[in-house]
């Protein structure tokens, strides 16, 4: 199996074990898709993992977007923005960075 | 354009033990992640997923029961519980987790997403279904 920095990953790319995840990790991923994380990335890889914490899932991206709309404002919550952080999907590509699982209902 | 039906998850069973429970969430979560009309039934034992203080730390295994709390971000808002199967148990509306939703059509005000109704009027409800998945 595929691993990243010692911890194994799907062959999707996301954790197995969830608890393997540190910031280092999330760099390398971030890395080899050619994604240079800033602190607005972190600030949405933040959130994702404190959803997470609370409701033991990965937020569907609509979900996701209104959530954070509501949490940091509006100009942080629509597509445009979320995609332009994560050009593979805030859902899928966030998640994964941020070492949740795929999103329940993401194909 | 997308057809909507109207689909209703009855969980007849607990939490843990077996699959039933968290693998009808999943599917009431895809269900809404294809914005489809969804609603949810607890019957029987089914009551017991949604009562208030689970603690998962003795069995090792996710305490899934706060991700109900996530369903009113999903639209999810029509929760029915059988009052029979709660009196039955011992159990009563004050057991049950406080879901909410918030109301987009009325100022996003905060309002409960669980009706507690006899089995008469749930039997009347899922009449009204397209769909009705037995879990």
Redesign the interface.
């Known amino acids: 199996m595929a691993q990243i920095c010692g911890a194994e990953v799907d062959e999707e790319g996301f954790l197995v074990d969830l608890k393997d995840w540190n910031k280092e990790i999330c760099i390398q991923m971030a890395k080899d898709d050619d994604v240079e994380l800033t602190e607005e990335h972190w600030g949405v890889i933040d959130f994702l993992r404190d959803y997470f914490e609370?409701?033991?899932?990965a937020?569907?991206v609509?979900?996701l977007t209104?959530?954070i709309a509501k949490k940091m404002g509006k100009d942080k919550g629509n597509s445009k923005y979320l995609y332009s952080l994560f050009p593979y999907g805030p859902g899928k590509q966030g998640c994964r960075f941020a070492g949740l699982p795929k999103p329940?209902?993401?194909i | 354009m997308a057809i909507t039906k109207k689909f209703m998850y009855l969980n007849r069973r607990s939490s843990f033990g077996t699959v039933y429970a968290i693998e009808s969430l999943?599917v009431v979560?895809?269900a809404?992640?294809?914005e489809q009309d969804v609603s949810l039934a607890f019957i029987d034992d089914g009551v017991y997923q949604i009562v208030e203080g689970q603690n998962t730390d003795g069995i090792g295994m996710?305490?899934?029961s706060?991700?109900f709390?996530?369903l009113g971000?999903?639209d999810i808002n029509k929760l029915y519980i059988s009052k029979e199967s709660l009196e039955e148990r011992g159990l009563s509306e004050s057991d049950i987790m406080p879901l909410v939703y918030e109301d987009e059509d009325d100022d996003w005000a905060e309002k409960s997403s669980i009706k507690v109704v006899s089995n008469d009027e749930l039997k009347a409800i899922m009449s009204e279904q397209d769909v009705c998945l037995s879990f």
Not at chain 1, 54 to 57: A, D, L, S
């Open positions: 609370e409701y033991q899932i937020p569907a609509r979900v209104k959530a329940t209902g993401c | 999943e979560l895809i809404a992640a294809f996710k305490n899934f706060k991700t709390h996530a971000d999903y």
